[in-house]
């Protein structure tokens, strides 16, 4: 079951939303007063449920075409049988109302739509291009947006790393289409590679690759970010290994490679969150 709800990517989440409250969305807050704070814990946790959810009927409705695209994790997967992923999908959610529903009425209404979202997302939307793409950036970036409108910062720093992430997010997304159009053309899915072509979809790819260098730009030169100045130099040098990478790639093995150091590259970002400024979080432990 742990496979089936990817639980290193939910504590990656956790960390990401603890993080970002920290340093971006509530730096003006004594440190204890947000790592404490019961309501932004709820949240958290009601985000990480319903995420934990919506892997859950994601590879409920993948099974057949996970078996094509990624063997091994499937027959991993097929060790908890659909009736009980299903069972434990309506646990999660009921779950995730209940903790929602301890911070306000508003968190249960955001949560309810969020698991409709991840649904139709997983059962019509994600079968189609580009708004299927869409959608799933969207809905991975959703349980900040919680955050976001719970500590109510509407600081312009705080968009632009957010339209930084749904860049790299949306590239991940793509990536992974090409990763897996064997699969998807088995079981009949419309997406982006398969009705527009490989050489569409790095195009495509390139693009994204080129808007990403706007957010970065601002972020370095426009706001105070600390030392993480580095992890963005670093991030550019790596968008530029895997552009390389793309045009060069032809077998499947090297769309996953690509998808990986995107992934690298949204997960070092999470943990270099630390980077903008240390001297403030050791000020506010104390």
């Known amino acids: 079951m742990f496979s089936v709800i990817r639980g290193y990517n939910i ?20 440190l204890r007063q947000v790592v404490f704070d019961v309501n932004l814990f709820m949240l958290v946790l009601a985000s990480a449920v319903t995420i934990a959810g919506g892997y859950i009927i994601n590879n409920f409705y993948d099974s057949e075409k996970d078996l094509i695209n990624r063997p091994l994790k499937s027959t991993l997967d097929r060790l908890v049988s659909q009736n009980t992923k299903l ?32 649904w139709f997302y997983s059962h019509k939307l994600k079968k189609r291009p580009f708004i299927g793409n869409l959608t799933s950036a969207i809905l991975t970036i959703t349980p900040f947006f919680a955050i976001f409108m719970y500590y109510k910062n509407f600081e312009h720093v705080i968009f632009v790393h957010a339209i930084f992430l ?55 030169f426009k706001f105070k970010i600390g ?14 290994v895997f552009l390389v990478l793309l045009w060069w790639s032809k077998t499947k ?31 506010r432990i104390l």
Not at 93 to 114: D, E, G, H, P, T
Not at 232 to 240: A, H, T
Not at 254 to 276: D, Q
């Open 11 to 30: 504590l990656i989440i956790v960390i990401a939303q603890y993080l970002a409250s920290i340093y971006i969305l509530a730096h003006d807050k004594p």
């Open 227 to 240: 030392y993480m100045y580095i992890y963005f130099y670093l991030s550019i040098v790596l968008l530029v």
């Open 166 to 220: 749904f860049l790299l997010i949306s590239m991940r997304e793509l990536t992974k289409d090409l990763e897996n159009i064997k699969g998807d053309l088995t079981q009949n899915y419309q997406t982006i590679p398969i009705v527009y072509g490989e050489m569409a979809s790095k195009k495509m790819l390139t693009l994204l690759c080129i808007l990403t260098l706007i957010p970065i730009y601002l972020l370095l």
């Open 87 to 118: 069972s434990f999908y309506f646990v999660l959610n009921f779950l995730a109302v209940i903790m929602a529903s301890y911070v306000s009425f508003k968190a249960v209404v955001f949560f309810s739509i969020y698991i409709f979202g991840i």
């Open 253 to 283: 093995w090297h769309y996953v490679i690509g998808h990986n150091i995107l992934k690298f590259i949204i997960v070092l970002g999470v943990f270099s969150i630390l980077l903008i400024d240390i001297n403030v979080l050791l000020n």
